[in-house]
């Protein structure tokens, strides 16, 4: 079974600090995985994904991932965070199948930014 | 194009009322997801059919929770009885099997009280 693991549960930060939120997965096959964001009262939206290819994707909004296959890893980066970043912030992994069977979620990191 | 749409937004009912969340999938799509979010267990995947046929409903509580996909455009999510502690935000998504990429709908916030 597929397992997500999120170091941070809360993190708050000023406004222009970088940012990096942590993620692990548990799975023995191959995998893709997401970052997604829900904003205050709304839904989930995907931020970016992998599947293959260059293990650095960038996403929408100046996110970008570094997929370390080594360490089970999909970290969650950007160089300058802004206030309008406040929100919750999940990892997520399918196997490489692709979306047919479904997303397993981590925990999420609730991500805070000071004016 | 329109997304998944899910009604009601908002759901306020008594303890013991039967609950129907409504799902439209994006047109196109044949694997489609109901997600439960909660403060306690984050997001959890209650079942999931490909092609209108539940797949998995593993993550389906108990017996008191129930999923049907008459048809390509539309599934829903029933509770019958609702308690106190289903209270949670549900959420309807989809998926193309070879988009590998799931879409969610703006969610259904249920209460019971």
């Known amino acids: 079974a597929q397992s997500v693991s999120q170091h941070n549960h809360h993190v708050i930060l000023s406004e222009a600090a970088s940012l990096e939120l942590g993620c692990n997965y548990s799975?023995?096959?191959?995998?893709?995985l997401f970052w997604y964001v829900q904003y205050p009262g709304q839904h989930l939206q995907l931020l970016l994904k992998?599947?293959?290819?260059?293990?650095l994707v960038k996403g929408i909004k100046g996110f970008e991932a570094e997929f370390i296959k080594s360490k089970f890893s999909f970290n969650l980066r950007k160089p300058s965070v802004q206030w309008s970043d406040t929100a919750e912030y999940f990892c997520?992994?399918?196997?490489?199948?692709?979306?047919?069977?479904?997303?397993?979620f981590g925990k999420g990191t609730h991500l805070i930014i000071q004016p | 194009d329109a997304g998944v749409i899910q009604s009601p937004r908002h759901e306020v009912t008594e303890m013991g009322q039967e609950v129907t969340l409504r799902c439209k999938p994006i047109?196109?799509?044949?694997?489609l997801f109901w997600y439960r979010q909660t403060m306690m267990r984050g997001l959890e995947l209650l079942i999931y059919f490909n092609n209108n046929v539940p797949i998995d409903d593993s993550g389906m509580p108990e017996d008191r929770f129930s999923a049907k996909m008459p048809n390509a455009s539309f599934s829903t999510l029933k509770i019958q009885p609702s308690e106190p502690r289903d209270s949670a935000v549900y959420f309807c998504a989809s998926s193309s099997t070879d988009g590998n990429t799931i879409y969610f709908g703006e969610g259904s916030w249920l209460t019971v009280v």
């Open positions: 047109s196109g799509h044949n694997s």
């Open positions: 997520a992994v399918t196997s490489s199948g692709g979306g047919a069977d479904g997303l397993t």
């Open positions: 992998y599947f293959s290819g260059d293990p």
């Open positions: 799975y023995g096959g191959t995998v893709n």
